[in-house]
Each structure stands twice: as structure tokens, then as C-alpha cells.
């Protein structure tokens, strides 16, 4: 059986190290399973492993680069690698001196037969051009290494086509044009027809027009920019452009075409555009490998560590969980439980990271392409378990043990317990069934008997609810919290048990079309790099102008200026570094634009006082060669591991790598000292300082909307998406309310980025504005991500149950657009509009839905436009406009409670009172119409709480 290949050292989710992925032996192992499910140390987060991934990286990548950088640290391996200083630049290979030490006269060996040794010279293996270039080997793999295998694949890919579409277009140019902008004096010919006079300098090629070669450079940039090409390969792309056309416009430029040629298209091996590509293709070669030596950081094998640890911890979590709601007194455990539900977020975040990255480990080929589709279904299944989880966990943190709950938990404690042990063996098969990509005959044996445990048990468990049930009212106000947590738990076995009926099935349904996939995957992504709806994006559109302008202006720059002091004419410094530090960032300009300074500045000046030191001991000495590479290793573990590990200074410890690469990664000169030009490095400080500030100043000028301006339309915009969710669900349009709910959370999540991006701390100076309320726009948030929970819940509960299906996939160009446009491409099974209307036409009848329904929009409008006028405030004086709103909220007495509940609890009662008697136990207690009703009910009393909470906030905060 083909297996996707697991470490044999890491442990796995259940605590044990392993290294099986299916089993052949089934009842071993599902014994194994069972033991394995008692561990009570759950690695929510896996945060030594990180930290320890991180190190292991960073060590990984700083030994490489010094082995890599000995060519240049030591003497005698450099004129190993490229040759005698006496040897031609192009030279490679043995040579013989005809001519003295002084004066050589280096000619080619071509028999060994009258070699004599002393005259011999070694030109090396790699012609000397090469060295200049050996830092861009270095900045290339910082700039494409990421945090595991196949995101650095996906990085070193993007930036190598980058890289050759910016060759292809100037060596194009080089077809038109040979000379490029080369020019000479006035030759005899032209002189002699009258084209020129006698000592005026006109470029070689009569037909070259710079003009149209300057607007070919903005013409492609402004392309590639504006299409929607990942971000890396527009980065190393433009970065070359600006490079290689610089040297192309440049009359005074040396000739780069080479010497040495390839045998084809007249390419030479030491050109200037082969060299680049060439190292860039090593850079990336060196970022893979650095991810897979000592220890392989592979997704595909992250999936199987992740999801693991989130079945266990889901199992740890509703064991607990059960525990405590099954016993007789509240206590602060509950704190403990509701934090261990919120934690398995985290294993299934990591999980749902690494399903992208591993399709450029293996993409997609043969069982590997079904184990990472089948994984996707279960990132789909887990982050609906998260979902229904906070059902439980809210019901759990607000029950009081009081009135008739130990009657309740009585009547179903057994088999609560029973169907929990039975459901977490299914989940963890499951999970070994998705890693092998191909499920067997004895597996679907297997899970089959497994489904048909947890189904048995299921009913088991919604028979003894009924039974339990029968003495209580319809809609039992008393027993809320207790139908609620029993109904999140139903809900999350008949899910897992969705997910283990669906997975042969897919497995089949993927296998059959895994090239298919596969080209048109490629297909998708190399189409959407110039699809119009994607380019035409507000938030593309923004990235293109945004780049362009300050990427252009340097290079016009450079293009027009004079000997100075400062600007270096034709120097592709200032835009080649601004387009590797381009960003889809639109907003908060002044924070990540410092952070871009102080990598810059900081990449140049450290290594200036790391070399400072080795500058002390002569070029031959073996104590500067081991110091150099001592101090080399230093500075980049260090800083890579800060690249790697920090969420406030990665891209500073990136910067300090990539743009440090050039000044550490230096040689000893011919004569036997170093030579560093000190001013030299201190015009690359300046120019790289005036780059990012033309960058900060066009995105100030370009900036429309503050950053707390922005916030405010996003939080709008949220709040206006909630509003409608609870219109469509009055209305009795869950399906709508469904796609409102997912829309809702996605634009919390840009919220949160605002609320870290318009704190105080990152305010250069106060303005005439009243200072942003920032602590009052996260509170808001706070409330607004409880009743988002409250609204899963609805969603869950009023809607018909139906499985999870896997949306297509998508390109990573239209994944980055949907994060942030915040579309969700999500597919729901269709229930007929029958069920649709099942729960909404049992609380339509009454009169008291009505009552609720007005409080609860009610609600919504009053705080949520006092919410914005408060954001919106920039003056110390009353808000007048909204004075009579802060008025009415002010007199309201029951803010935090849902008006005429009660009644409704009354009225639904007497309506299904007769109905009650005839009701017969369902398959699963998802099914059953009262504890479907008690939900809902239940999720709107708490959503208008939070809501009310609100309010509170509002009136505490309107002071003027």
C-alpha cells in the first residue's frame, strides 16, 4: 500500500511517537487509538515544536550560507572555485604561463604531456564574473525561504519565473536594439552622409530610440503590476527589470553579453542576465534545502501531525466538557473547558496553512493529490466543529446547575459517555484513512463498522433524550443551556459521521481525476493572471498604484541624474529595492514603511561593524577566514531566526538577511588586503532612505482615508452584514442568512487587522482630530464576535442539517483576493424550501416572534449607529445627532433581554402541546424539533445580550 511518508521522531497528536499513517493491523491499532485517547496533554498550539522548527531553520540556513559564502571567505578555496587573479575573467579550467609571474601569459592546456608544474595555474571551475554575484545567491534564498518546504517551493518557483520574464523581455529588447544605448563618436560612415559631425557622441545602433525604450520599462512594470501575479514573482521580477534596463539605458555601461557561449540562441554562460538566473535558480536550490535538512519541514507531513492533535484535543476537550456537565455544582473548571474548545483553533488553522503549501511538495500527483483532498474535507468539517463547539462551550459557561438539570443529565449521562469514546476512535481512523490518500478494502470495512457503532450509539443517545424530554415542556426555558450543549454535541458526532461516510467516496471521486486536476489547476492559476475581474479589483488596483509610483519615480530618478554626490547615475539601487520590498498592505503606510527603513538601514550598517572586525587580520590569515565565517553564521542565525519566529519583526529580520547578504558576503582583493569603500556604503544607506521615503510620501499623498477612517468603514460595513443576517432569519431565509454569517466573519477578521493597525502607540504625533477610540472599537468587537457565535449557532439550529462538501479549489491569486475582499466561496447542500420553513413556520404563528423580532433589530439599530457616530467623534463636543438615540438607550431598562420571550416560551408550549405526546425519537437529537427550537430561542436571547452589552459600552463612552 502507498503511503505518504510520516516522521518517525515527532510526536503525534495522541502524545506517542508513531509513524504509521493506515494500519494494516486494524485492531492493534484501534486499541493503540483507545490508549493513546486517555493522554490528557493536549499540544493545542504545538508551540515547542514551533519554537524548536524555527531554531532548527535558522541554524539550517546560517551553516548553509556560510558554506556557500567560503568561496569568498578563504583565499585558497576561492582560487579553487574561481581561479588565479592572473586568470581572464571568462577563464575556467587549467592553464599554463608562457610569460613571467610579473607579466603571465596564460595559455589553455590542451595536452598534459608538456605541462611542467611550476607554470601551471588553476583558472577555476566557475569563470570569476560569477563572484560578483554570489550575494544574490544569498538574498534570493532569504527572500523565497518560508517556514516549510512547500511554501518555499511555491516562493522559489514564483521568483524564478519572475526572474526569467524579466530576462525574456530585455533579451528581446537586445533583438531589436543590439547595442542597447551604447554610443561612440561619430564613425567616418555616418560622418560622411552628414548623420552626425566629427567628435559628437550618437549611439551605435542609429535606430535606437530611448524614449520608446523607457516607456517599455513602465509599460511593463505597470503591467505585471496591475495583473494579478503573486506577489513574489512580481517582486524579483520588477526588482531585474528595473536592473537590466537600467544597464540597458545606460550609454556609459559595460558590455555584460559575455564571452562564453551555451551552444544555443547565442546565449553566452557569463552573460549578465544567464548569471542572474543561474544564481537565482541556485538562491532558490538553497532555500529548499535548507527546510529539508536536518529535518524536513514538510506539509504534507505537518497535515497529518495537526490534525491529530485537533482530533485529540476535541476528544480532551468534549471529555471534559461531559465531565463537568454532567456533575451537580458550578465551578471555575468551566473557564478551563470553554479555553481548551477555543484552543483547538489552533491545530486546525495550522492544518487547513499546510494544504496549500504541500500541493508544491508532490503537486498533486498520484495518491498524494488524494490525501490532500481529502484533508481539505476535513479542514471543512473541523472549522464547522469549531463552530458547533461554541454552541456546548456557551451553554457550559452559563449553566447554574439549578431547577431540573440532574434529573436531565441523569437520564443521558451513560450514553453521552459511550457515544463520546465511540465518535473520537471514528474521527482518529479517519484522519489515518486521509493520510494514506488510499483507502482499501479492509479500511472501508473498517470505518464502515465504526460509522455503524456511532450511528447505533447516536440513537441510543436521542432516544434517552426523548424519553428524558417527555415530562418537560415543549420549549423548556428551565433546561435551556442543557439542550443546548446536548444539541452542539449531537451536532458534532452527526458531523464527523457525515465526514467518515463522505471520504470513500471522495477518495474514489479524486483518484479518477487526479491529472485532470492537475491541469487544470495550472490552467486556473496561469488564467487568472490576467482575468479581468481579478485585475480590476479595488484592492489589486490600489496594489498596482500603490507600487508603481514610487518604484518608477526612482528609477526616473536615477534615469535623469548627474554626477553627485548622493544619486549615482543609472543606478538601479533605489528602484531594484523598492520593488523587493513592495506590499499589498493599504493603510497603516507609516508603520510598515519604518519597519522597511529600519531593515534597510540596518541591513547595511551592522554588516559595516561585523566586517569592521575582520578587517583587522590580513586576507591570507586562516584566523579572518574562520572569523568571518564565524561572525557570517551569527548574523544570519540570528536574524533569520527573528524572520522566522517574529510576528512584529519579521520583515525586519528578513531585511537585515536579504539586504545584508551584499555587504557580508565579500572577498579579499588580489593584493592582500581588503578593500571597502566606506563611502560607497554610506550612499547605499542614503539612497535606500530617500527610496522608502518617496515610497512613504507618494502613499501619504495617495492615502484617502486615515487608517482609523478605514476601520470605521470596515466596522460599518460589518455591522451593516449583521443586521441583515438577523433580517434574513425574521424573514425565514436561512439559506441567505448562511452566506451573511460567513461574509460577517470575514470582514471581523480585517476588523481585528484595523484594531492592531490604529492603536495610539503608532500615532507620530497627535493631530487636531480627537484621538481615535481605540480601546472602545476593540470592546465592540469583543461583544460583536460573541453574538457572530451566537449567530453560528442560530445558523446551526435553524436550519436543516446537511454534510459538508468541499468548495473547488481555487488558484492562490483568487485565495488572496478573497481574503481581502472578503468573498467566501463556499458550497451548502440545498435543502427544499419544506425545510427551510419547518422551524420558522412553528415561530411565525405566534405573536411574540414579532415582539422579539423588533427588539432585536431594534437593538441593532440603535447601538450600531451610536457605535459609529462615537468611532466616527473628532471633536470634544456633544454628538448632537444622535443625542435623542443616546437619549432612548439611555431610559431603556431591559437593554441586555430579549422582550417577549417569555411569552413565546408560553405560546409555543400550548401550540405543541398535543404535538408532544405523538413526538417519536429521532436518529440523532440534531433532528428533534424541541431541542432545534430551544437552540434558537436560546442563541437570540444571548445575541441581544451581547448586543445590549453594546449599548453599555456606548453610553460609558459618550462623555461630552
Not at 102 to 117: C, G, H, Q, R, W
Not at 691 to 715: C, G, H, S
Request: aromatic share 10%; net charge negative.
Amino acid at each position: 500500500m502507498r503511503q505518504l511518508e510520516m516522521p518517525q521522531d515527532v510526536e503525534d497528536g495522541f502524545g506517542a511517537r508513531q509513524g504509521f499513517l493506515c494500519c494494516d493491523n486494524m485492531n492493534e491499532n484501534v486499541a493503540l487509538l483507545n490508549s493513546r485517547l486517555k493522554e490528557k496533554t493536549v499540544k493545542y498550539q504545538n508551540s515547542n515544536k514551533i519554537v524548536f522548527g524555527h531554531i532548527m531553520l535558522a541554524l539550517s540556513t546560517a551553516t548553509i550560507m556560510v558554506l556557500f559564502g567560503l568561496p569568498l571567505f578563504s583565499s585558497h578555496i576561492r582560487h579553487a572555485v574561481f581561479g588565479h587573479d592572473a586568470c581572464a575573467a571568462t577563464a575556467i579550467g587549467l592553464y599554463m604561463n608562457n610569460g613571467t609571474e610579473e607579466e603571465p601569459n596564460l595559455i589553455k592546456i590542451e595536452s598534459f604531456s608538456d605541462v611542467e608544474a611550476s607554470k601551471l595555474y588553476n583558472c577555476g571551475l566557475i569563470p570569476r564574473t560569477y563572484k560578483a554575484y554570489w550575494p544574490n545567491v544569498c538574498q534570493f534564498c532569504f527572500f523565497s525561504l518560508l517556514t516549510n518546504t512547500g511554501k518555499t517551493v511555491q516562493a522559489t518557483l514564483q521568483g524564478l519565473i519572475g526572474t526569467f520574464i524579466a530576462t525574456l523581455n530585455v533579451w528581446v529588447l537586445y533583438e531589436i536594439w543590439p547595442h542597447a544605448s551604447q554610443m561612440e563618436e561619430c564613425p567616418s560612415a555616418r560622418l560622411a552622409a552628414g548623420d552626425c559631425v566629427a567628435g559628437e557622441m550618437v549611439y551605435k545602433d542609429p535606430n535606437f530610440i530611448p524614449a520608446a525604450a523607457f516607456a517599455e520599462a513602465i509599460l511593463f512594470s505597470m503591467l505585471w503590476l496591475v495583473s494579478s501575479a503573486p506577489k513574489n514573482m512580481i517582486m524579483f521580477m520588477l526588482s531585474y527589470h528595473v536592473v537590466f534596463m537600467s544597464n540597458f539605458l545606460n550609454p556609459y555601461a559595460p558590455d555584460l553579453s559575455g564571452e562564453l557561449p551555451m551552444g544555443f540562441l547565442d546565449l553566452k554562460w557569463d552573460s549578465n542576465t544567464t548569471i542572474v538566473n543561474l544564481t537565482s535558480l541556485l538562491g532558490g536550490i538553497l532555500a529548499i534545502l535548507a527546510t529539508l535538512v536536518p529535518n524536513p519541514l514538510l506539509n504534507a507531513r505537518s497535515l497529518v501531525d495537526n490534525s491529530t492533535i485537533a482530533v485529540q484535543g476535541l476528544h480532551s476537550a468534549w471529555s471534559d466538557a461531559l465531565d463537568y456537565f454532567t456533575g451537580t455544582e458550578k465551578v471555575a473548571k468551566r473557564y478551563q473547558i470553554a479555553s481548551k474548545m477555543d484552543a483547538i483553533k489552533g491545530a486546525l488553522d495550522r492544518t487547513e496553512e499546510s494544504i496549500n503549501g504541500a500541493w508544491f511538495e508532490h503537486f498533486d500527483l498520484g495518491h498524494f493529490g488524494v490525501a490532500r483532498e481529502l484533508f481539505r474535507l476535513f479542514c471543512q468539517v473541523g472549522h464547522k466543529n469549531q463552530k458547533l463547539v461554541q454552541i456546548s462551550k456557551a451553554a457550559l459557561v452559563r449553566e447554574q446547575f439549578d431547577g431540573r438539570h440532574n434529573q436531565f443529565v441523569d437520564g443521558i449521562k451513560q450514553e453521552l459517555t459511550m457515544l463520546n469514546a465511540s465518535v473520537a476512535k471514528l474521527f482518529g481512523y479517519c484522519v489515518k484513512c486521509c493520510a494514506d490518500g488510499a483507502i482499501d478494502q479492509q479500511e472501508r470495512e473498517q470505518l464502515k463498522d465504526l460509522v455503524a457503532e456511532t450511528k447505533g450509539r447516536e440513537k441510543d443517545l436521542a432516544k434517552a433524550y426523548r424519553n428524558t424530554m417527555k415530562a418537560e415542556h415543549f420549549v423548556s426555558e428551565d433546561l435551556a443551556n442543557e439542550n443546548c450543549f446536548i444539541y452542539g454535541f449531537a451536532a458534532y458526532v452527526r458531523s464527523i459521521v457525515d465526514f467518515a461516510e463522505g471520504l470513500p467516496v471522495l477518495a474514489d471521486e479524486k483518484k479518477k481525476n487526479t491529472v485532470v486536476s492537475f491541469f487544470k489547476s495550472m490552467c486556473s492559476t496561469i488564467g487568472d493572471l490576467f482575468s479581468l475581474d481579478v485585475m480590476t479589483s479595488s484592492e489589486n488596483l490600489k496594489f498596482a498604484v500603490v507600487n508603481f509610483l514610487p518604484v518608477m519615480s526612482t528609477f526616473a530618478i536615477a534615469y535623469f541624474a548627474q554626477d553627485s554626490s548622493l544619486f549615482v547615475p543609472h543606478a538601479a539601487l533605489m528602484p531594484s529595492t523598492l520593488a523587493l520590498i513592495i506590499t499589498s498592505s493599504y493603510g497603516s503606510t507609516f508603520k510598515g514603511n519604518i519597519d522597511r527603513l529600519i531593515g534597510l538601514v540596518l541591513g547595511n550598517v551592522l554588516p559595516l561593524l561585523v566586517l569592521a572586525i575582520v578587517f583587522i587580520f590580513d586576507c591570507s590569515s586562516m584566523t579572518r577566514t574562520i572569523l568571518q565565517s564565524g561572525l557570517v553564521w551569527l548574523y544570519f542565525f540570528t536574524f533569520s531566526y527573528v524572520y522566522y519566529s517574529s510576528k512584529t519583526w519579521s520583515f525586519v529580520g528578513c531585511a537585515l538577511c536579504g539586504f545584508g547578504a551584499y555587504p557580508l558576503m565579500v572577498s579579499c582583493s588580489s593584493g592582500g588586503e581588503f578593500h571597502y569603500n566606506m563611502r560607497s556604503n554610506y550612499q547605499v544607506i542614503a539612497q535606500t532612505t530617500v527610496a522608502v521615503l518617496i515610497r512613504m510620501l507618494i502613499e501619504t499623498i495617495l492615502l484617502d482615508k486615515a487608517p482609523r477612517d478605514l476601520a470605521v468603514d470596515q466596522l460599518q460595513e460589518l455591522l451593516d452584514t449583521i443586521k441583515d443576517a438577523y433580517e434574513d432569519f425574521f424573514d425565514g431565509d436561512y439559506e441567505e442568512m448562511k452566506k451573511q454569517h460567513e461574509q460577517a466573519g470575514s470582514i471581523m477578521a480585517s476588523c481585528d487587522n484595523y484594531h492592531s493597525e490604529t492603536a495610539p502607540a503608532l500615532e507620530v504625533a497627535p493631530g487636531l482630530r480627537l484621538s481615535f477610540k481605540h480601546k472602545f472599537y476593540g470592546d465592540v468587537l469583543a461583544q460583536l464576535k460573541l453574538a457572530l457565535a451566537e449567530m453560528g449557532v442560530l445558523v446551526t439550529g435553524a436550519s436543516t442539517w446537511a454534510s459538508e462538501k468541499i468548495p473547488e479549489e481555487t488558484s492562490t491569486i483568487r485565495q488572496d483576493l478573497a481574503k481581502h475582499e472578503g468573498e467566501k466561496h463556499l458550497i451548502h447542500d440545498k435543502a427544499t424550501n419544506l425545510a427551510y420553513e419547518e422551524v420558522h413556520s412553528i415561530m411565525n404563528r405566534h405573536s411574540s416572534f414579532l415582539k422579539m423580532k423588533d427588539d432585536l433589530l431594534q437593538t441593532c439599530n440603535t447601538t450600531f449607529e451610536l457605535v459609529i457616530a462615537l468611532l466616527k467623534q473628532d471633536k470634544e463636543e456633544a454628538l448632537e445627532e444622535v443625542k435623542e438615540s443616546f437619549a432612548k438607550l439611555s431610559k431603556l431598562g431591559g437593554l441586555l433581554e430579549l422582550d417577549g420571550v417569555h411569552d413565546f416560551y408560553t405560546e409555543v408550549n400550548e401550540a405543541m402541546a398535543s404535538q408532544q405526546e405523538d413526538t417519536q425519537p429521532k436518529d440523532s437529537v440534531i433532528l428533534d424539533m424541541q431541542a432545534r427550537l430551544t437552540v434558537v430561542v436560546n442563541s437570540l436571547k444571548n445575541a441581544t445580550a451581547a448586543l445590549g452589552e453594546i449599548g453599555v459600552l456606548c453610553l460609558r463612552e459618550n462623555i461630552y
